[in-house]
């Protein structure tokens, strides 16, 4: 078959796709294997019949992992996103506990960490997993840079199914090493939290010290949230810190924990002005996180958003219109936007559901954020053609924009699964 043939008749089978459960459902009962594997990973991505997706999944694993380390990049991260398809059942993935206790065998650290992230999450099934991990962090050095991001993982995992104190020793160690090397440990000592005594001191001791680690102790404690409340003076202090970044990061942990809005909703509407873009626009975020507890900031907000002109180029160089955050930032404040659409969530399972729902704004919004996803959203194929067919004249978007009703659709599309003819610069010109 030629590679023109090939395209063709991908394209053929998923025109074919069901956009319903029952549709899916009915396919795990047909002969063809990959079919049946394209509806357990449609199942899995909104967590939906575990009984019946997690053993494909895992039979699926068992085969690759039987074939030794993935051959190249895209094979590794093929197989992360099956784990992490895994993950979204939590402990109802229990039944491929077995081939994820040989993942951790696997010659890829990267699969390695990331079946020692699911099985963290998996409870009593992944006991058998508890000597391996042992074994992992055997002669962890703090030192090495390179290996910190895999031993948080497995060091994570370990506490999850053993409570065993040297896991948290070792997250420790890293926590007091490096803040630009911790490998997230603030994550994870946050969700370790309270259930370790060990952790809660460290964190109070850093943010006393006021040292190079006091920024990861604070995102920790943010973590934690309510059961923190042994830092909220120390947070409420830092408010009139001299750097701006610390006060914003406190009144942001501040809220997380005692759900007062005043003190930190001041504190971030002052630093909307402050002559670093950046800073204004991270307070801008984190006000539109609070969502209408920060209604104070409202009339700040509302003037940033008039005054903002022009464009930046995001980490990833793509050009955002300056005005958009704080339109965003706006509207969750009021309420008349989600809180979802504030920035961008890669949450795939709550973006699936709202291209189910039935706000007609929040499915072209979902659409925008599949786009950038990807290829990862694969599953989202059905829907959007179903709400590209429907979709007629145009819409008012959030800066004002006319634009055809069926774009957001398209782009999505093309995003995901592009076909041959598709036409960025002119989404009409397909489909």
């Known amino acids: 078959m030629s590679d023109e043939d090939a395209g063709t008749a991908g394209h053929d089978r998923k025109a074919g796709w069901p956009d319903d459960a029952a549709g899916w459902l009915r396919i795990l009962d047909e002969p063809e294997e990959s079919r049946r594997q394209e509806a357990a990973e449609w199942l899995a991505t909104r967590g939906l019949a575990a009984d ?11 085969r690759e992992f039987a074939d030794g380390e993935p051959s190249h990049y895209d094979a590794e991260m093929w197989l992360n996103y099956e784990i992490n398809l895994l993950m979204n059942y939590g402990a109802g993935a229990a039944p491929a506990a077995p081939v994820l206790i040989d993942g951790l065998g696997n010659r890829n650290w990267q699969i390695r960490a990331k079946a020692a992230e699911a099985l963290g999450r998996m409870g009593p099934a992944s ?87 006091y920024s990861t102790a604070v995102s920790a404690l943010e973590e934690i949230g309510p059961p923190a409340h042994e830092a909220v003076p120390l947070l ?84 955002v219109p300056r005005k958009l955050l704080f339109v965003e930032a706006v509207g969750v404040v009021e309420g008349s936007l989600p809180a979802w659409r504030l920035g961008f969530t890669g949450d795939l399972k709550l973006l699936l559901d709202e291209l189910d729902g039935p706000d007609e704004s929040h499915r072209r919004w979902a659409a925008e954020f599949l786009a950038q996803l990807g290829p990862e959203a694969w599953t989202a194929i059905p829907a959007l053609r179903r709400e590209l067919a429907r979709a007629e004249g145009e819409y008012v978007d959030l800066l004002g924009v006319r634009r055809p009703a069926k774009e957001p659709f398209q782009l999505a599309l093309a995003a995901i699964d592009p076909p041959d003819d598709f036409d960025l610069e002119r989404p009409d010109s397909s489909r």
Not at 52 to 62: E, G, M, Y
Not at 136 to 149: A, E, K, V, Y
Not at 152 to 180: K, M, N, Q, T
Request: with cysteine.
């Open 52 to 62: 019946r997706a997690v053993p494909i999944l895992a039979d699926l694993l068992r």
């Open 127 to 213: 006991a058998a997993a508890v000597p391996i991990l042992r074994e992992l962090l055997r002669g962890f050095d703090p030192s090495n840079r390179l290996t910190i991001w895999r031993h948080v993982r497995f060091a994570e995992a370990l506490w999850h199914l053993s409570r065993d104190p040297e896991a948290v020793e070792i997250l420790l160690d890293i926590f007091a090493g490096d803040p630009d090397w911790n490998g997230d440990v603030d994550k994870a000592l946050g969700r370790i939290g309270l259930a370790s005594p060990a952790v809660m001191t460290a964190l109070m001791d850093a943010l006393r010290a006021e040292g190079r680690n």
């Open 236 to 319: 409420s202090r830092a408010l009139a810190g001299e750097g701006v970044w610390g006060r914003m990061q406190a009144a942001r942990a501040l809220w997380r924990i005692t759900g007062e809005a005043g003190p930190s909703v001041a504190t971030l509407a002052a630093a909307l002005d402050d002559p670093n873009e950046r800073v204004g626009r991270w307070a801008a975020y984190c006000l539109g996180e609070m969502g209408p507890a920060a209604a104070a900031a409202l009339p700040a907000l509302r003037r940033k958003r008039d005054q903002a002109e022009g464009e930046y180029k995001e980490t990833c160089l793509r050009p």
